[in-house]
């Protein structure tokens, strides 16, 4: 039984597993979707959030069984209360609700053990108070996303064009780069419009030109990526205009790429998910687009990238793409693995996802190809991450994720948590600005 395994595997010890084994997917509770963290194993099941200190508001745990039993959970190691809700059939089977830790050093024989009145497939764990909050009763639907289906899939993988090896051959026709008109004049900087051609595609944007005197072989450029932004609401250079000024004032030129389908640029050809490719696509053709200009008011040897969320998505998945980028600094990033970030979408979309791509160990196989993280191997730019662990848009354990696979990898990178900060880094954003500065200063202006 689970129980006993339990108490055996805890007597012999055991220790967490890191954030590089880990594996997540997304679970729909009645109307709310949350990415779970999967314990498909006996090891990871007897461990689970034991030894914790906290627990995202869009997070949770998700327990996976080889049959349908009276499984039974406990709070052994727990340091915060949990909802407990078993899932049988996609639908809620049983809930427990402030389910309490015991105090440290309190007996196995004495944990309360808290099992359902039916049996059930899945045990999922979540912040306490979530079934409440979110109207959550049993007999709710559950839809658990990635789930292993009999699925026909041709032998030619689908969404080949958003491999990361087929990505590095694509020749992305960054041209005709273009300074459109002043929109803007500050006492350290000029503000300007500016267009190029991604493809097919016109890409708008913001550019900030330092008035300091011109360094010999150009301004060192920042190419700042921004988040999601609903395109109804979008404007030219919104989601970075703060890093836009602060980066102008210390002597790079900034490019802020409105990407595809924003502001004045060319409507996203694309109607469906694409993992970021045409996003990161319009950002680095920039950099083809400024070869090509053959000006000398940038040092094209001298760039970096910044990203905040989504843009620090797009700036992860350039980071195993392009060689001419220096260093990169990354705000709250998505993440590194594809289907981590399917949380923020429809279940429409999910759906789409997984009618085309599968739901099986061949769709495994697809989205690890799409993935940058499988290819961190490859990154020779040395990156910066910053997080806030009060940030509830984004999970802190993807940049945690990140950090330990950079690492592993042998790579330079930099991690700093800022603790209560929310994802926009509102208290503590001219501390983590004046870190990225002096990174960018360090890789990027300095290099020689």
């Known amino acids: ?3 006993a395994a339990l108490v055996l595997v805890f007597a012999a010890g055991y220790e967490e597993p890191s954030f590089l084994q880990r594996d997540f997917t997304v679970v729909s509770v009645g109307e709310k979707r949350i990415i779970a963290e999967l314990a498909s194993s006996e090891r990871s099941r007897v461990f689970g959030l034991s ?15 080889d049959k349908t039993d009276y499984h039974a959970i406990w709070m052994k190691g727990m340091k915060f209360p949990l909802d407990i809700i078993w899932i049988k059939n996609g639908r809620v089977a049983d809930i427990e609700e402030y389910a309490l830790s015991s105090p440290e050093g309190t007996a196995d024989i004495f ?71 002043i929109i ?28 300091a005197e011109k360094p010999k072989n150009g ?34 030129v900034t490019i802020h790429p409105d990407y595809r389908g924003h502001a004045s640029s060319t409507p996203n050809p694309y109607s469906h998910f694409d993992f970021f490719s045409g996003y990161t696509e319009d950002v680095l053709s920039v950099v083809q687009a400024l070869k090509r200009k053959d000006t ?13 969320s989504m843009g620090g998505g797009v700036a992860v998945r350039a980071m195993v793409l392009n060689l001419d980028i220096k260093a990169f600094v990354l705000f709250a990033p998505n993440s590194a693995r594809a289907e981590e970030n399917f949380y923020e979408l429809s279940e429409e ?39 806030g662990t009060g940030d509830d848009a984004v999970p802190l354990w993807f940049s945690e994720k990140m ?16 603790p209560e900060e929310k994802h926009e880094f509102i208290d503590q954003w001219p501390f983590a600005a004046e870190r990225s500065l002096q990174f960018f200063d360090t890789y990027v202006k300095n290099v020689r």
């Open 296 to 308: 000398d008011l940038i040092d094209l040897n001298r760039m970096g990238m910044w990203g905040h």
């Open 184 to 211: 803007g004049e500050e006492k350290e900087y000029t503000k300007y419009t500016i267009f190029y051609r991604t493809g097919d595609l016109k890409i708008s944007g913001v550019m900030n030109v330092p008035k």
């Open 111 to 181: 944990l309360p053990i808290y099992r359902p009145d039916i049996p059930a497939e899945y045990v999922l764990e979540v912040n306490a108070g979530f079934a409440e909050k979110y109207d959550i009763s049993i007999g709710d639907k559950v839809v658990v996303g990635l789930s292993k289906k009999n699925v026909n899939i041709s032998s030619e993988l689908p969404g080949a064009e958003f491999f990361i090896e087929n990505q590095r051959t694509k020749d992305l026709r960054g041209r005709d780069f273009q300074i459109e008109k």
């Open 51 to 65: 030894g914790r200190e906290n627990l995202g508001a869009t997070e949770g745990m998700l327990f996976i069984f």
């Open 349 to 387: 979309e999910i759906a789409w996802l997984n009618q085309t791509y599968g739901a099986d160990e061949k769709a495994e196989e697809i989205y690890r190809n799409i993935s940058p993280i499988t290819y961190f191997q490859d990154v020779s730019s040395p990156v910066q991450i910053h997080h």
């Open 1 to 3: 039984m689970f129980l």
């Open 219 to 252: 301004f060192p450029l920042l190419i700042l990526n921004h988040g999601l932004i609903p395109q109804n609401t979008y404007r030219s250079g919104r989601g970075s205009r703060r890093e836009q000024d602060y980066f102008a004032k210390s002597g790079y």
């Open 403 to 418: 950090y330990e696979a950079l690492t592993h990898f042998g790579k330079k990178v930099e991690f700093y948590s800022y």
